[in-house]
């Protein structure tokens, strides 16, 4: 079992739609969670950086930290399609500095 | 802010030759981590420098190496490249030790024939 899932996609939505992102981990000893924003043939850009279970909202995008059911979310309201890229989660422990990646989710937003 | 630059960004290489990518960190950044991406594999750690001093290693063999320079700037090297080599290498850097909030060049694509 890989440390960090992470469905790859793709996943194909209409602009406009609400967009459900997620990634489930093993290991209840990570303590920061993060979402990478990926376009084609760039690096990953931070997008979403939280600590504490519950919501963390910025603009249309808000991170979702269920610890106890080791399970994050990154939710996109009203999307659009320059949203179209590849969404990776990153979950990572400070006591080794150990960060472990998801295999990144494929999203494709048709105008 | 200049962001992190990377150089060069694609190259061809043959197997059995080396190959070294630089990368230069966002100004006061002092720490820098190198990844492989590839479209079966995603993105894999390789190595973490910090202070110039090699701090985290992920699980690649010996033939990838790597530097960190007084100025936290920082080169990777892989000699004797095999056909699977092949991939987009990325640099990340941040403020202070790998703490997961990175950022990242827009990566070296390598292409081995």
């Known amino acids: 079992q890989k440390e960090v899932e992470q469905d790859p996609g793709p996943l194909s939505v209409p602009e406009g739609a609400i967009v459900s992102l997620n990634c489930t981990y093993s290991?209840?000893?990570?303590?920061?969670f993060m979402w990478y924003r990926q376009y084609s043939r760039k690096g990953p850009e931070l997008l979403m950086y939280?600590?504490s279970s519950g919501n963390k909202e910025d603009g249309r995008f808000t991170a979702q930290v269920d610890k106890s059911s080791k399970y994050i979310s990154l939710f996109i309201r009203d999307s659009q399609p320059s949203d179209s890229a590849t969404y990776l989660c990153?979950?990572?422990?400070?006591?080794?500095?150990?960060?472990?990646w998801g295999a990144g989710t494929k999203l494709i937003i048709k105008p | 802010k200049a962001g992190v630059t990377q150089t060069p960004r694609y190259l061809i290489k043959t197997r059995g030759q080396q190959v070294t990518l630089s990368c230069s960190p966002i100004?006061?950044?002092?720490?820098v981590s190198w990844y492989q991406q590839t479209p079966g594999q995603g993105l894999q750690f390789l190595f973490e420098?910090?202070?110039?001093?090699?701090?985290n290693k992920g699980n690649f063999p010996g033939r990838f190496s790597g530097r960190q320079f007084s100025n936290s700037r920082s080169e990777m090297n892989v000699s004797t490249l095999e056909l699977g080599d092949s991939a987009l290498y990325l640099c990340?850097?941040?403020?202070?030790?790998?703490?997961?909030?990175?950022?990242f060049g827009e990566g070296s694509r390598l292409t081995v024939l």
């Open positions: 290991n209840s000893a990570f303590q920061y």
């Open positions: 100004s006061g950044h002092r720490s």
């Open positions: 990340a850097s941040s403020p202070q030790r790998y703490t997961g909030e990175l950022f």
């Open positions: 990153a979950i990572f422990m400070d006591s080794n500095y150990q960060l472990i």
């Open positions: 420098y910090f202070s110039e001093t090699q701090r």
């Open positions: 939280t600590y």
